[in-house]
């Protein structure tokens, strides 16, 4: 079992807290793009949600939020960046001196911000939402059921749309504004939306999961049996959780009815 952590324990360069979450993800994604592409190598320690270590006074002197991930750049005076939209641009910012991941034109800058703000005030916390009254309500709500799965997939079809005759989001061209919102994309079933209904973002999300430093990214602290393709795989290995995503699939289902969902976007 790995050591608790108590502090931070590096003295150089960057230095992330996180976990195994989509807004855990974005920042160690972008760090493993950065470090393939520029050779800058950085420390991570695996902040367990579930023990509350993002809690604890030294962790909260860091990211007075209490959530992952944060970042310290021990290379400017131990300077703490918190929430993944203002890591991905930091880092960005700071250290994607080619502009591999980010722009220089203003308008595409401007773009990249605006997509980025989207995830970050619609996706994240809709599909954050669904994840809860899907599956860690301690009671289900039917209302909240249909409410944030039918709203995730509105925001989807909406990301849909604009995928339509591109690669990516911003310049056609790979970068931090896709990074802020794959991640989330990748839980996509687990959430109780089919990606496969969203042909461009299937499309869109395929290509991002071909690059290594994104595999690499998504196993920092470790692989989560979350993604869309280790969820549909263990659909097919595992007949009990079938039968268990079978009935919750049934209750999204019964909610939509219920309230008379129709799904629309935007």
């Known amino acids: 079992m790995a050591e608790r952590p108590t502090g931070l324990k590096a003295n150089k360069g960057?230095?992330?807290?996180?976990?195994?979450t989509p807004n855990g993800q974005k920042a160690s994604i972008i760090l493993e793009e950065l470090k393939e592409a520029y050779g800058m190598d950085y420390t991570?320690?695996?902040?367990?949600?579930?023990?509350?270590i993002q809690?604890?006074?030294?962790?909260?002197?860091l990211g007075p939020n209490g959530r992952i991930p944060v970042?310290?750049?021990h290379d400017k005076g131990g300077f703490p960046v918190m929430e993944g939209l203002a890591i991905l641009t930091y880092l960005t910012r700071t250290y994607d001196t080619d502009h591999k991941f980010s722009f220089t034109d203003t308008l595409d800058i401007s773009r990249a911000e605006q997509w980025m703000a989207w995830q970050h005030g619609g996706l994240g916390p809709m599909q954050g939402q669904?994840?809860?009254?899907?599956r860690f309500s301690k009671e289900k709500i039917p209302y909240g059921m249909q409410r944030y799965t039918g709203?995730?997939?509105?925001?989807?079809?909406v990301l849909n749309t604009a995928l339509e005759g591109k690669d990516y989001l911003v310049g056609n061209k790979y970068s931090i504004a896709d990074i802020a919102s794959y991640s989330w994309v990748n839980i996509l079933r687990f959430s109780g939306v089919e990606i496969d209904d969203f042909p461009n973002v299937k499309a869109w999300a395929d290509r991002i999961s071909a690059r290594p430093a994104v595999q690499k990214g998504l196993s920092i602290p470790s692989k989560s049996s979350f993604g869309n393709d280790a969820y549909a795989q263990r659909l097919k290995d595992d007949k009990e959780f079938a039968e268990q995503e079978a009935a919750v699939k049934q209750q999204i289902k019964e909610a939509k009815e219920q309230y008379g969902y129709k799904y629309a976007s935007p």
């Open 44 to 52: 991570w320690q695996s902040i367990n949600i579930g023990q509350n």
């Open 14 to 20: 960057i230095e992330l807290l996180t976990f195994g």
């Open 151 to 157: 709203e995730t997939e509105r925001l989807v079809g």
């Open 130 to 134: 669904a994840n809860h009254f899907n």
């Open 55 to 61: 809690k604890e006074p030294w962790f909260t002197k």
């Open 71 to 73: 970042i310290v750049d």
